[in-house]
């Protein structure tokens, strides 16, 4: 079993930074593509970025794209979400996920989940 875990989210001013993190732990992580999404309140959940295990491809959504980076820490079971130029539509509870499989960006799927943790951005 995977555990991941999120941290880093709270209440910001728009055109603020952020930076989420998202620690895996549990048995032998290896092989993962690690990702995140996020769902605001009333709305679905919608992809924001994801990388893979190598850390050489990565990829985002139209809605984030120049504004976040994704990236992999030295220990690859650890990502971040590196946020900028914040606003206020990108209020939500970001979620990290792993798959050893492929990562869609429905999330359909996804083999792990974290529990999630909240971006306020205030205009």
């Known amino acids: 079993q995977v555990q991941l875990v999120e941290s880093g989210g709270r209440l910001v001013q728009a055109g603020g930074s952020l930076r989420l993190s998202c620690a895996a732990s549990?048995?032998?992580?290896?092989?993962?593509?690690m990702g995140w999404f996020r769902q605001a309140p009333g709305k679905e959940r919608e992809f924001v970025a994801q990388?893979?295990?190598?850390?050489?491809?990565?990829l985002y959504s139209d809605s984030v794209k120049g504004r976040f980076t994704i990236s992999r820490g030295a220990v690859r079971s650890t990502v971040y979400l590196q946020m900028n130029n914040l606003k206020p539509d990108d209020t939500a509870v970001y979620y990290c996920?792993?798959?050893?499989?492929?990562?869609?960006?429905?999330?359909?799927?996804?083999?792990?989940w974290g529990k999630g943790t909240l971006v306020t951005v205030a205009s």
């Open positions: 996920a792993a798959d050893s499989r492929l990562l869609t960006t429905t999330g359909n799927g996804v083999e792990y």
């Open positions: 549990g048995r032998s992580f290896s092989g993962y593509d």
């Open positions: 990388i893979t295990w190598s850390g050489l491809s990565t």
